[in-house]
């Protein structure tokens, strides 16, 4: 096969999960989020892509005609719903989850649309979402089920389901999530847990903010090297004052039978599961240090890089946070990449093993946190 597989990408936040399909040689031609910000990263970072912003639920319920007017046909569909709701974060998982269960439930519609019309091409489709919404997802639906006419089963829950670490995949960070659908098993790229990448490769190859501003910085993960200071989002210094980091402290290391947590964080290992939000004072705060009892919130691009995102990728947001959550709610690329290739593979296709750069469209103003006068903003 030499035409590209197509690929379609449900609420694709920054987007992580394309990129990771992009790096593979596939065509991502549509992608689709609710959050501006989300939508305007991806455009900015996937020119070859018409990401919209919408409704996925209102989307699912269209007719027919409408619907596929605007969904294009595709052979990949790729979707990450909204996990709040599921998160460890949110009250250990006991958030409210009937939003989260509706926009599961019409992102498989969709899927099931595709799926069973005349003529359809879709061959794979994934679903990512955090471990515990496995406990809400049934093994198959049927057509009623998902509010729409036939006789079909659509199975869920193929054999490749499962909860996956992108650790193994050559992402330098622990991040447990869960994937169903029907894809091809991906190949663990590190089998051994000395041979994860750690945390140190990722601040030793960035430099501290600013260190590297007049230098040059080499991607940790990627063949690309960049200017110090084509490196946007890194050098600013976000320090976390005293009473913060002295209470973060307490609760890292006071916290019974969950365990001591490092302070600051322990290089040595893959990093901690990058969160969607930012925090100074909280026993799961992400802390760096700077020198003899100073501590500092780690950079946009760090966080970027820990994820596998390359540093020519850019996160437009109007503050730390947004870019953090932009960040912190992806799929790690390199997670993507390994589903990827495994479709590569499953096709007889030629894997792309080099690092294309991204093209920007540089038709939106960026907010490059290394030029922009620094307050505590998030």
């Given amino acids: 096969m030499n035409e590209r597989l197509k690929v379609l990408d449900f609420f694709c936040g920054g987007g992580g999960f394309s990129e990771g399909f992009r790096q593979a ?19 900015e970072n996937h020119p070859e892509t018409n990401a919209i912003k919408g409704d996925v639920i209102k989307i699912s319920m269209l007719p027919d005609k409408e619907f596929h007017e605007i ?30 269960i509706a926009l599961i439930e ?3 519609k969709i899927i099931a649309r595709k799926k069973y019309k005349k003529n359809s091409i879709l061959k794979y489709w994934i679903l990512e979402n955090v471990p515990k919404v496995q406990a809400h997802i049934k093994a198959e639906y049927t057509a009623a089920e998902l509010q729409l006419e036939g006789k079909f089963k659509l199975v869920v829950k193929g054999e490749n389901s499962g909860v996956y670490n992108a650790k193994y995949f050559n992402v330098p960070s622990s991040r447990k999530r869960y994937f169903c659908g029907d894809f091809p098993k991906p190949d663990l790229v590190n089998k051994k847990d000395s041979n994860l990448i ?7 190859a960035l430099g501290a903010p600013k260190v590297k501003l007049n230098g040059i910085i080499e991607d940790p993960i990627y063949d690309l090297v960049l200017k110090g200071i084509e490196v946007t989002d890194h050098h600013y210094i976000q320090e976390i004052a005293k009473f913060e980091w002295e209470k973060a402290k307490r609760l890292k290391q006071d916290k019974g039978y969950m365990g001591k947590m490092s302070l600051p964080e322990n290089e040595n290992k893959p990093a901690r599961t990058i969160m969607a ?10 802390i760096l240090g700077m020198g003899t009892d100073r501590f500092r919130a780690p950079t946009i691009r760090e966080v970027a890089s820990l994820m596998s995102f390359p540093i020519d990728y850019r996160f437009y947001g109007s503050s730390i946070g947004i870019k953090y959550k932009l960040v912190g709610n992806s799929v790690p690329p390199r997670m993507s990449y390994a589903l990827a290739k495994a479709i590569n593979k499953s096709e007889a296709v030629r894997n792309v093993n080099r690092y294309i750069p991204i093209l920007h469209t540089n038709k939106l103003d960026f907010i490059n946190l290394n030029f922009d006068l620094f307050h505590i903003n998030i």
């Fill in 25 to 43: 040689g596939f065509n991502v031609i549509w992608a689709i989020d609710i959050w501006q910000p989300a939508v305007d990263t991806h455009n």
């Fill in 106 to 108: 019409a992102y498989l």
């Fill in 198 to 204: 750690p945390l140190k490769k990722i601040t030793a």
């Fill in 277 to 286: 939000t930012i925090s100074f004072s909280a026993r799961e705060s992400f």
């Fill in 71 to 100: 969904v294009p046909d595709a052979e990949v569909i790729i979707g990450s719903p909204p996990c709040t709701a599921f998160s460890n974060s949110n009250k250990s998982g006991n958030g409210d989850k009937a939003k989260g």
